[in-house]
């Protein structure tokens, strides 16, 4: 039990991935930087890299560097869906944004089946948005997931698409008892891996999942804009042909043949010419998190969170606000959500203090727990501060701003 800031300390001292927190480059060690959910820190390793493409890869071996670059969609892929997703190699491909890679996942599961588009009514906007512009281009429906879950939608169903980690509560969905739902109704189960992904342990083969998408540049550290991945369970690919036929998946891609014939496998999924350097930046933060090892990373996210829970029973509970997360740390994964009616005021003057949480409408404020960069006694001072900027209403002075924000 933490009760002290010399608690937390002690915790710092004795976690055994404590030391991780010096592969990264970390210019300002007093800012409190609770936003690692939304954007990872910057691997040192990752800054050597990118030096190493530039110079020799692109500056000096230019188009013929090609020769090295041409299977980084695949390798990178295998590193990422072998050690953190469950997957065998050739099931998981580095590409586009995870919007995109939404966009032709619905739309191949959609394709490939009779029946309606189901997401849940809050899910990332971008998650929604691309069902409905796939429901809207098939003429399908577009469902809310009810609440009473699968059995209450009385329409036939293509594919059910849904978050592993809630991106405002960090709540973690039953990936398995969701997936066998969708596959009893017929369905493809589709799962966003984006907050999940180097976070929480996932075992996509093992649940039985049939497709998945997430993205690289929140707790993988793969760096702002980093390319997304896309997952499609091998005995699938077969079956399913995305929808954006480019040259990147061409059989004989220099061959340039008169009509579209796609390669076998996960490099079918691939459109246009992948982000090189990006995806070099993305391979850095893979590796750093596939050697810390998800279980180390889980077991670290949980003690994080569980002290986050407990200073705000201690601290905040009094000042107003609501624990917004499940209660039960074994159901949170990287990030946690605290309810006030001021939330968005509270995150500016908690920035202005040099403590970086996260707003999300209309009354959450986002709390990242990084377990690579995140301290315990960052969890400490963020809770702490914001205690002290609700006590002294230090909030009320960013209340007009943060109309214009919300
Ligand atoms: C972060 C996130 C995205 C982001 O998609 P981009 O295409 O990378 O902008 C999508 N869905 C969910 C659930 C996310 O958390």
């Known amino acids: 039990m933490v009760t002290t800031r010399a608690d937390a300390e002690a915790l710092d001292e004795s976690s055994p991935l404590a030391g991780f927190r010096s592969r990264f480059r970390i210019p300002d060690d007093g800012l409190v930087y609770l936003n690692g959910n939304s954007l990872g820190r910057l691997p040192l390793a990752t800054v050597d890299r990118l030096r190493r493409v530039v110079e020799e890869e692109w500056a000096r071996g230019l188009v013929r560097s090609w020769a090295t670059w041409i299977d980084d969609t695949t390798r990178v892929g295998d590193l990422l869906g072998t050690n953190l997703l469950g997957a065998r190699p050739g099931e998981t491909l580095m590409a586009d944004a995870t919007t995109v890679n939404l966009f032709k996942l619905l739309w191949a599961a959609a394709a490939d089946r ?31 997931l009810p609440a009473g879950g699968l059995d209450a939608v009385d329409v036939p169903v293509a594919v059910v698409a849904r978050s592993v980690v809630d991106w405002r509560t960090g709540a973690i969905a039953d990936v398995q008892s969701g997936t066998a739902a969708a596959q009893a109704r017929g369905a493809l189960a589709l799962w966003d891996c984006s907050h999940a992904v180097g976070s929480v342990p996932l075992d996509l083969r093992g649940a039985g999942v049939d497709l998945a998408a997430g993205c690289s540049y929140k707790h993988l550290c793969g760096g702002p804009g980093a390319p997304a991945w896309l ?84 601290l905040l509970a009094d000042l107003g606000c609501a624990w917004a997360s499940p209660p039960e740390r074994e159901r949170v994964g990287g990030h946690v959500a605290v309810r006030h009616p001021h939330a968005a005021a509270v995150v500016l003057a908690l920035r202005a203090r040099g403590v970086v949480p996260d707003f999300r409408a209309p009354d959450l404020v986002r709390i990242g727990l990084h377990a690579l960069t995140t301290r315990f006694v960052d969890v400490w001072d963020g809770l702490a501060a914001t205690a002290e900027v609700l006590r002294t209403k230090a909030y009320e002075a960013h209340l007009e701003v943060a109309t214009r924000v919300t």
Request: proline residues 7%.
């Open 231 to 314: 997952w499609v369970r091998e005995d699938l690919q077969p079956a399913l042909r995305q929808p954006v036929w480019g040259w990147w998946a061409q059989r004989g891609q220099f061959a340039t043949g008169p009509a579209y014939d796609p390669v076998d496998g996960i490099g079918a999924w691939a459109s246009g010419t992948p982000p090189v350097l990006a995806l070099a930046v993305a391979e850095e933060g893979i590796r750093l998190v596939a050697e810390a090892g998800i279980e180390d990373i889980r077991a670290r996210s949980q003690l994080l969170s569980g002290l986050a829970r407990d200073l705000h029973d201690q």
């Open 114 to 144: 009779p029946g309606a588009l189901v997401v849940e009514r809050d899910e990332f906007p971008s998650d929604r948005f691309v069902a409905e512009a796939v429901a809207t281009h098939l003429g399908r429906a577009l469902v809310h």
